[in-house]
């Protein structure tokens, strides 16, 4: 066994330089030199000022904007650091909701959120995305029909003609990559810019 | 289900298929010690090392010394991994000052990243530092997948060689899985990740003010480096919380593709490199086959039940066209999601690019049985043909019982010392899952940490010990394991599902190579025809499967009933 011990702590330590250090900063190095946008979080910039990263999502509630889908994330309660309070699009600490699919508290959940969508959808099917908490809490998309579902209310709130808000949804609504993988979809925060682009 | 759905698995597992020659035929000649294109670069990186620690290349060692190598390797890796996250507070690169790590969550995520395991039960970007992240974690996730790869290597030299006492030097295969394999792959791999959109920077977030004026902290680090080899060596420790389903894992379709194929590609080759080196090529395709059957079942089970969706749901007025969207991202759909769920299950990979605990009742149950079916479909890279090839050996005993012949398998007599050392290996999985998983279900505080009652508070803790014991890593994650009991008895059942199986394999192994191969003969058994493949695939759903079936029926099964019935808990 003692024969074992000077290869097994040397290649660990020679290991740990070549695939824990070097490997992480040069391709940290390359990925910074070649891509620094993808690299530094695909920032969008509004002036000087950083409003978002493309890919995380962000928590909408006023009308005027198109709303995101529910998210599970949490933060510490300020009161009581034990214990976690809701805080919707929390991007230090991504979650689900892990309610399994008979879980009272999930169809109660979406029975309120879906009487209350109703009202706007006028009699008819929910998307399902519009009811249902995303995986990792921080998701930048919702589908075609949920961003159809909100055109009115938000025209309606910004004073836009309601095709104008239309036209918006259509040129943000992404395909699928070479026309098959993923699936449709529309960029909430990158919608919702361009609306204030749009009229402010 | 869609037509574009299946076109997109289709098109995966073409990807993958068409590597398994070159990436297999590459490895054979990598462990073989022949010259490849990255010698010139990384020889003398290689002679270096050997010289640094005292290893003589060319002297190869019997089963007991490899597996002692192999095992002081991964305690010293297990011992600095533990001091690197209890004393991550005095080490630089971390910008959020998080402190040490609790005591029994480093001992259980130690446990994890050195058995490849990658079960997480903590929160990366709450939790670990940079410098934990790199130094610490991506090092394991490197030496867990070669240390995998060396031994299914030396596996695989004891059916290749006749009359052999020696199957091969750790030091050597593990350096070279390392450096010829997987370093390559993940340079590769990272930088195509960063394309796609996946951050690689060492701040640790960004401060940024909502379009509504509210503060959101976005957390970020050197993500992509980590996800290459995570994919790469079926570890499935994510960088942040949520796993691949974290948009900055896991940004779109392209990164998702890359991914699955990530996490399939090495494991879906060795099956070729063990034929390469045994000499008969049609054996790994017969491997690859049977495991390939099995998966893609699985992978349409699961897409069938989570396109179906949950009825309570459209009792709402929900259109369920777009299936079960609770706990998945919009960009991945039921179909993505679905694939992704039974490939890293089928794979001992664990990365997540959705909630299993939300997955409806027979789609949860898929990723449960593609692991409690051992983790050989196609398993994780190395553990996954090892786990085969033993797999093989019961198919052909229990050929050679119904036909009263003495069983062979590649020419290799299969007798009572290997028999009974593959049996003790294979019993090691019901033996942690049920155990534990009974006493958890009975312990009171043990059952507090389950986020759901009824049937699914059970699949929780089922799936808990199972994804241990499997070195798998993915998760029920509505349970709580960050407590001491399941710290504890889930490091335990990491620790034996990965070396209590190695060690009886390995016996295997030396006993293998020592015995002469002899020729086929009109009354061999062969073991590269379809029959074969059927028969190994019965043996591994009875084998794997039927021990756990009481299990299945008082969690997903009777839940999916009760979801049929309208019942909430």
Avoid at chain 1, 28 to 53: E, F, K, Y
Avoid at chain 2, 478 to 495: C, D, P, Q, R, V
Wanted: proline residues 5%.
């Amino acid at each position: 066994m003692f024969v074992h011990l000077r290869p097994a702590f040397v290649l660990l330590i020679l290991m740990t330089v070549l695939t824990g250090i070097c490997y992480p900063l040069a391709v940290t190095g390359v990925a910074q030199a070649v891509m620094p946008a993808q690299a530094n979080g695909s920032l969008i910039l509004r002036g000087d000022q950083i409003v978002g990263s493309e890919l995380i999502g962000q928590n909408f509630t006023s009308d005027r904007y198109f709303r995101a889908r529910l998210s599970a994330t949490v933060a510490p309660d300020p009161k009581d650091d034990t214990k976690t309070i809701d805080a919707p699009y929390n991007a230090a600490n991504s979650s689900g909701s892990n309610f399994g699919p008979l879980s009272k508290k999930l169809i109660d959940r979406i029975k309120a959120d879906a009487e209350q969508l109703a009202k706007e959808s006028g009699g008819k099917r929910l998307p399902a995305d519009a009811v249902t908490a995303s995986a990792s809490g921080l998701d930048p998309h919702i589908s075609p029909a949920y961003a159809a579902l909100q055109v009115a209310r938000v025209a309606g709130a910004r004073g836009l003609p309601i095709e104008r808000v239309a036209q918006l949804v259509a040129e943000h609504t992404e395909g699928r990559f070479l026309g098959v993988f993923g699936e449709l979809r529309v960029n909430v925060l990158k919608l919702n810019l361009a609306l204030d682009r749009s009229k402010p | 289900m869609t037509a574009i759905g299946w076109l997109q698995i289709g098109i995966l597992f073409a990807l993958v298929l068409v590597c398994v020659k070159p990436l297999g035929g590459y490895m054979a000649r990598v462990f073989q010690g022949e010259r490849t294109p990255l010698t010139i670069v990384l020889g003398p990186i290689e002679r270096g090392f050997y010289r640094l620690a005292g290893v003589d290349p060319a002297k190869e060692q019997g089963w007991f010394a490899y597996t002692v190598a192999m095992i002081v390797f991964n305690a010293a890796g297990f011992l600095l991994l533990y001091l690197i996250l209890r004393l991550q507070g005095f080490f630089p690169l971390n910008p959020q000052g998080f402190s040490a790590v609790a005591p029994d969550l480093a001992f259980n995520t130690a446990i994890s990243f050195v058995t490849n395991t990658n079960w997480q039960a903590y929160g990366g970007e709450t939790t670990m530092s940079h410098f934990a992240q790199m130094t610490g974690l991506t090092v394991q996730n490197f030496l867990s997948a070669a240390t995998g790869i060396a031994l299914a290597i030396a596996f695989v030299r004891a059916f290749a060689r006749s009359g052999a006492a020696y199957v091969g030097n750790f030091w050597v295969d593990m350096t070279r899985a390392t450096l010829y394999v997987l370093l390559p792959f993940s340079v590769i791999v990272a930088l195509a990740f960063v394309a796609s959109g996946l951050p690689q920077t060492l701040l640790a977030s960004v401060d940024v003010k909502t379009l509504e004026g509210a503060a959101q902290t976005i957390a970020i680090g050197p993500v992509a480096s980590q996800e290459a080899i995570k994919q790469l060596g079926t570890n499935g420790g994510g960088f942040f919380n949520v796993n691949s389903a974290h948009p900055f894992e896991n940004p779109n379709a392209i990164s998702n593709l890359i991914s699955i194929w990530a996490m399939l590609a090495i494991s879906a080759s060795l099956p070729y490199t063990f034929g390469k080196m045994a000499g008969d090529t049609r054996q790994g395709w017969a491997l690859l086959l049977a495991m390939l059957v099995i998966l893609v079942a699985g992978v349409g089970i699961a897409y069938w039940a989570e396109a179906g969706g949950n009825p309570a749901f459209a009792a709402f007025g929900i259109d369920p066209s777009s299936g079960n969207l609770e706990g998945k991202e919009v960009r991945f759909g039921v179909v993505m999601s679905a694939l992704y769920a039974a490939v890293t299950t089928g794979l001992s990979c664990g990365a997540v690019n959705a909630m299993h605990d939300s997955f409806t009742p027979l789609a949860g149950m898929i990723p449960l049985i593609m692991i409690k079916l051992g983790e050989v479909l196609p398993g994780g890279v190395g553990s996954g043909l090892y786990g085969m090839l033993i797999f093989a050996i019961l198919a052909v005993f229990i050929a050679g019982l119904m036909v009263g012949r003495t069983p062979e398998y590649l020419g290799k007599k299969i007798e009572a010392r290997e028999m009974k050392l593959a049996m003790f290996a294979v019993l090691i999985l019901p033996l942690c899952i049920l155990g534990f998983s009974a006493a958890a279900a009975n312990l009171p505080f043990a059952l507090e940490s389950l986020a759901n009652n009824g049937p699914h508070g059970l699949s929780e803790i089922l799936y808990a010990y199972s994804s241990a014991t499997g070195n798998n890593g993915s998760a029920f994650a509505g349970l709580s394991a960050n407590t001491k009991w399941y710290n504890t008895t889930l490091g335990i059942s990491m620790l034996l599902g990965r070396f209590a199986y190695i060690v009886p394999m390995m016996a295997i192994a030396g006993s293998l190579a020592a015995k002469k191969r002899s020729p086929a003969s009109a009354g061999t058994f062969p073991t590269h025809t379809p029959l074969f493949v059927g028969l190994l695939i019965g043996v591994i759903l009875i084998v794997g499967g039927l021990q756990f079936f009481p299990a299945l029926a008082l969690g997903p099964i009777v839940e999916h009933l009760l979801m049929l019935a309208g019942k909430t808990f």
